[in-house]
């Protein structure tokens, strides 16, 4: 568990599993005598945390010390990360605080909600929901006409049920994807229904990626983590420039079916804010 003092929410992340020790123990292990509250911590890499020393090592949970400069880019500070989708995504209901400027978007915006994926199939996943758009979009299916096409796509791409303690919905089954087969899994359900849709996924897309997509009229899904653990898939349909009204700030964004709601949302895509990044792209 990583506590940060600067971040509203205290607790910036955390790992559960057998026999993961904390960076601070880790370090007491090797030998080391104290850390000042000034050295921080900082993540390598998803899986792995470190504190750094004032000689420029860091010390980490899977046992190893190794040199700052050695890491390629830089180590994370999660000092001020995004702790909640909601630091990320500004929704319908927000959007009067915001100036919106150069939009554009796929000819037709397609969005299934939560509430409303539950209703009809009694299962929810984020990856599903947002590969459902895009079957919608291409008129491959229709979850309204057959929700059971929901199933099809939860299969071919091996979707799975998350753990007992994970499904906290009552009389939903909630599911995981794996990002390393979900574009070959569309493909092959897209085939199955005749269409030729090819779906490719890479990682860490640029924004510019993502809009010149969009100019070409077809929808991406994107994958993102928090640093806290927190995974999500979305399907993006539109971008555009906002503007605080209250904070002047201006920045680019993504606007998205969020898989929550049946409306626009927008989401703030800048890399050093996720952990990790994926998209998938659609041809034929």
């Known amino acids: 568990m ?21 960076p601070m123990d880790r370090g007491g292990d090797l030998g080391v005598e104290s850390y000042s509250f000034n050295n921080p911590v900082v993540m390598i890499n998803p899986f792995e945390f470190g504190v750094q020393s004032l000689d420029g090592s860091i010390t980490t949970n899977c046992g190893r010390t190794i040199p700052a400069d050695s890491i390629e880019g830089r180590p994370v500070v999660l000092s001020n990360k995004p702790s909640s989708w909601n630091d990320v995504v500004i929704y319908a209901t927000q959007m009067q605080d915001y100036t919106v400027s150069g939009f554009r978007s796929i000819s037709q915006f397609m969005s299934y909600d939560e509430s409303e994926i539950e209703r009809l199939t009694a299962h929810y996943a984020c990856m599903v929901t947002a590969f459902s758009n895009v079957a919608e979009l291409y008129g491959i299916a229709n979850l309204y006409s057959d929700p059971s096409q929901y199933m099809q ?3 071919y791409t091996n979707t799975h049920a998350l753990s007992d303690e994970e499904q906290t919905v009552p009389g939903v089954v909630l599911g995981g994807t794996p990002i390393s087969t979900c574009a070959t899994g569309f493909t092959n359900y897209c085939a199955s229904r005749g269409s030729t849709l090819i779906a490719r996924t890479v990682s860490s897309p640029a924004i510019a990626s993502i809009q010149n997509e969009i100019n070409s ?32 700030e201006t920045r680019q964004m993504i606007g998205i079916a969020d898989g929550w709601n049946s409306s626009l949302s927008f989401l703030k895509y800048d890399q050093s804010y996720y952990a990790w990044t994926y998209g998938t792209t659609f041809s034929k």
């Open 217 to 248: 009229n077809r929808p991406n899904v994107l994958h993102a983590c928090l640093y806290n653990g927190s995974a999500h898939s979305v399907t993006a349909e539109a971008y555009a420039t906002l503007t605080g009204k209250k904070t002047g």
């Open 153 to 155: 796509i939860w299969n």
């Open 2 to 22: 990583v506590l940060d003092a600067s971040d509203d929410e205290i607790l910036t992340g955390y790992r559960f599993g057998d026999g993961l020790v904390s």
